[in-house]
């Protein structure tokens, strides 16, 4: 069985490049006892997958130079060496960059394929909707009559955290990068607002008319000079949710901005970073009132499928370039057609 696989060759100064990746083509050996040879059927890509490019100290171990880049993956058990896991079924780990791939088992979690479309749970039932949704309530508690603020709203964390939002009796106001998201973000979702950075000439002023009450709860996927807008119209007792710095993640230099502490300080405000896998305990009840709202239809779901393993960095590129509206995903092959 010979696989595909997409190398991690050099470690990226800035935006990474096409130059930072191998493409390679190699025999896999034959199955060992316990060992399961998996197809990968949907990849993700994730902004964080760019801290891991690079050397430096961070919540996960950085990528090897040489080695394939893992990520999210859906894949089917092609063949079976393990009695947890027969062939045929579908399962959801930490896979490397591979059209196939031979795993001993460990980290995988078997997928329910007439739940929800296998896709989602790279989405909406995965990493990203977990984290709106932990990220959100945990640390937000949002109060029906609140203002919540989203940047990078139309992307796949962002869409899932301004709808809940609603669902909480809040009133919502995403930022993003094209009138196409905004109108987006209004007309299917139901934000109450909705800013375009790239066009919007004052940010403070426009979101000070977004938020005529003030923000009580920040979810800042963004970071940077959107970020130190929002700063200027936190309320008393405001929380901010740190999910992701976008903005700064192809940053060459320390970049500077206003000090957030004096803010934080006279408006008694909380600003927390996290990591999804914080909340890990409180996975199942997250879970399960997520497919509850998607079957209820109180939840909509946007997802932007690129196909084909070879444009793997191509969709990691468009991440950074905000092509994708909804979660940016890769698919590699069908089910069941090998």
Known sequence: ?????ILLKSRPKGMPTEENFEFKEEELPELQEGQLLLKTLYASVDPYMRGRMSD??????????NEPIAGGVVAEVVESRNDRYKAGVIVLGNLPWQ????????????????????SYHLGILGMPGLTAYCGLLYIGEPKEGETVVVSGAAGAVGTV?????????CRVVGIAGSDDKTAYLKKD?????????????NMPQALAAACPDGVDIYFDNVGGEISDAVYGLLNKFARIAVCGQIALYNATSVPTGPRVEPILLKKSAL?????????????????????GWLKAGKLQY??????????LPQAFFGLFRGENTGKLLVKVADFNAH
């Open 271 to 291: 600003m927390k970073g996290f990591i999804v896998g914080d909340y890990a305990a409180r996975f199942p009840e997250a879970a399960t009132e997520m497919v």
């Open 1 to 5: 069985m010979k696989t595909k696989s």
């Open 56 to 65: 430096a100290k961070s919540y996960v171990a950085p990528y090897n130079l």
């Open 99 to 118: 059209t196939y791939s031979i795993s001993n088992g460990k980290g995988l979690n078997q997928l329910d394929p007439d739940l929800a479309p296998l």
């Open 189 to 201: 979702l139901g934000f109450d607002e909705a800013i375009n950075y790239k066009t919007t000439d």
């Open 302 to 311: 946007e997802e932007h499928i690129v196909e084909g393993f070879d444009q």
């Open 161 to 169: 955290v301004g709808q809940i939002a609603r669902l909480k009796g």
